[in-house]
């Protein structure tokens, strides 16, 4: 039976740099989980590498065929944008998989497929040099949403606070405030010991 990794972390903590990394050094065979979203395409994003881009028509055709393991909605500025995986992209007998996701997604993948076969790695960053990473990202965009930005910012501190942290039970912390190659260093350790 494959597992399935996890890393959560705030906005801007750098998951997805250490998800990417780790699919293209392929050191562990991993199979990368694509999510959805209902949120407008960023700069650069690509349908099927990033996420699938769905209408929320499709997302609730996807919920009634029971294809959807989690979900979730943030209330934006613009209207509701839903983040969710679907069941349909994930073949745990023959393979493992590396995704990025929240803690309330984490709860529904460990309901979903149990707790031994989810690996669940926090990503945290001291907060100012993650509202800079942030708002450098946001400075790329075609039509940068500033206030957004900030509104995620805040949110994540909520989100990720020690009271919720501490409701999960994670694999791992691991602290990214370092270089990208010592952090890296630390997420290997720990998927040698579970894989």
Same mark, same amino acid.
């Given at each position: 039976?494959? =597992?399935?990794?996890?890393?959560? $972390? ?13 699919? =293209?050094?392929?050191? &562990?065979?991993? =199979?990368?989980?694509?999510?959805s !979203?209902? @949120? /407008?395409?960023? !700069?650069?994003?690509?349908? $099927?590498?990033?996420?699938? &881009?769905? !209408? ?18 943030? +209330?934006t ?14 073949? %745990? ?12 997604? %984490?709860?529904?993948?460990v ?10 790695? %926090?990503?945290?960053?001291? +907060? $100012? ?5 942030? *708002?450098? @990202?946001?400075?790329?965009e075609?039509? /940068?949403?500033?206030?957004? %930005?900030?509104?995620? &910012?805040?949110?994540?501190? *909520?989100? &990720?606070? =020690? ?7 994670? !694999?791992?912390i691991?602290?990214n +405030? ?12 720990? *998927?040698?010991?579970?894989?």
């Amino acid at each position: 039976m494959g =597992k399935i990794i996890l890393f959560m $972390g705030p906005s801007s903590s750098g998951k997805d740099t250490i998800k990417r990394r780790l699919i =293209k050094e392929n050191k &562990f065979a991993l =199979k990368e989980m694509i999510m959805s !979203t209902t @949120r /407008p395409k960023r !700069t650069g994003e690509v349908e $099927g590498r990033d996420y699938y &881009f769905k !209408t929320e028509k499709e997302m609730l055709e996807l919920e009634e065929q029971g294809k959807i393991i989690e979900k979730r909605k943030y +209330d934006t500025i613009y209207g509701p944008w839903y983040y969710f995986t679907t069941s349909s992209s994930i073949d %745990l007998e023959n393979y493992n998989y590396i995704g990025s996701n929240t803690l309330e997604g %984490l709860d529904q993948f460990v309901k979903f497929y149990g707790i031994e076969n989810i690996i669940s790695l %926090l990503i945290k960053l001291d +907060d $100012g040099i993650r509202l800079q990473r942030a *708002l450098d @990202r946001e400075k790329r965009e075609e039509s /940068p949403k500033y206030q957004e %930005l900030c509104r995620r &910012f805040l949110a994540d501190s *909520l989100d &990720f606070s =020690k009271e919720n942290i501490n409701k999960r039970h994670i !694999t791992s912390i691991i602290n990214n +405030d370092s270089n990208l190659d010592n952090t890296m260093e630390e997420v290997e350790k720990v *998927l040698k010991l579970y894989l």
